[in-house]
C-alpha cells in the first residue's frame, strides 16, 4: 500500500492524528509537508504540482494508492484503523469519533481568536475561552474518562482518541497560544494523565525526536512552531 501525508510543516493535530499511529505501528508512509508555495498552487489549482487532488484546497490528505481523502476525521479513521488504534466494536468507535470531533470542536473555537488582528479584541476573546470555553470542554472530556475503566478515552489501550487529544492539548499546556495559560489544564488530572501517558510512550517521543524542532542541549524541550494563524 502506496501512503502519502500531505500537510504543512508542523505538528498541528489535524497531521499528527494521522502521521502518528502509522509511525507507532511502523507502517511506511511518505510524510509531505508542502511549502507556502505548493499551498498557494493548490488553492488555485485544487491540487499538488505534481496534479495530486486536493479536493477541498484544505489540509490534510492523505492519499492511499493514488486515491486522495480529505477531512481530518476520515483520515484519523483510515490510519487508526491501519495502526490498530481505531476499535472494530461500533460503539467503542463511535466513543473515539465523539472525542476527535471533540477535538475539532475545540479548534473550531479557537479559531476566531487566531484570525483577529485587533490584540484588544484578541486578547478579550483569549480571556473568555481561559475562564470559559475550555474549562468547560475540559470538563466533558474529564467526565468521559472518569466513566472508563483504564486512564484512556476508550477500551483498555491508547487510541487515535488520546492521540488527538494529546496534541491539541500539547498547543495548550506548551504555551503556544497567547494569554491562554497553560495552567488552565491543572484541574482536569485525568485529562493531564491522557496528556502525559501519551507524551511517555516511547513511539511518541521519538517521533517528536524525529520531527519536531528542539534544542539539541534540552532533549525534552519541544517547540511545537504552530503559526497562531493556523
Ligand atoms: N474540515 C477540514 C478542515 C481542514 C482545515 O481547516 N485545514 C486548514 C489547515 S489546519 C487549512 O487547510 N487551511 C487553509 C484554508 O482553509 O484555506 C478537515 O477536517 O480537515
Not at 488553492?43 to 489540509?59: A, M, S, V, Y
Not at 473550531?108 to 474549562?135: G, H, Q, V
Request: aromatic letters at 10%.
Amino acid at each position: 500500500m502506496d501512503i502519502r501525508l500531505i500537510y504543512f510543516d508542523i505538528p498541528f493535530w489535524r497531521a499528527e492524528v494521522a502521521r502518528l499511529p502509522l509511525f507507532i505501528a511502523s507502517i511506511k508512509f511518505d510524510d509531505v509537508r508542502i511549502t507556502d508555495d505548493d499551498n498557494s498552487y493548490l488553492k488555485e489549482n485544487g491540487k499538488l504540482k505534481d496534479g495530486t487532488l486536493i479536493p477541498f484546497r484544505q489540509l490534510p490528505v492523505l492519499v492511499i494508492d493514488g486515491q486522495s481523502v480529505a477531512q481530518t476525521g476520515g483520515i484519523a479513521r483510515i490510519c487508526g484503523k491501519l495502526s490498530g488504534m481505531y476499535p472494530e466494536d461500533i460503539i467503542e468507535a463511535g466513543k473515539v469519533d465523539q472525542i476527535i470531533d471533540t477535538v475539532t470542536d475545540i479548534n473550531e473555537l479557537l479559531n476566531p481568536s487566531m484570525r483577529e488582528n485587533d490584540p484588544m479584541k484578541k486578547r478579550a476573546m483569549r480571556i473568555e475561552l481561559t475562564n470559559k470555553d475550555l474549562p468547560r470542554y475540559f470538563g466533558y472530556l474529564e467526565e468521559i474518562l472518569k466513566a472508563n475503566s483504564s486512564h484512556w478515552f476508550v477500551g483498555n489501550n491508547m487510541s487515535i482518541a488520546d492521540i488527538a487529544v494529546w496534541s491539541l492539548l500539547g498547543w495548550i499546556a506548551e504555551g503556544v497560544l497567547d494569554d491562554i495559560p497553560p495552567e488552565i489544564t491543572n484541574p482536569f488530572e485525568r485529562l493531564k494523565k491522557v496528556y502525559n501517558e501519551v507524551g511517555k510512550n516511547p513511539f511518541v517521543r521519538e517521533w517528536k525526536k524525529k520531527t519536531y524542532s528542539h534544542d539539541e542541549s534540552s532533549s525534552d524541550e519541544y517547540n511545537l512552531d504552530i503559526p497562531e494563524s493556523i
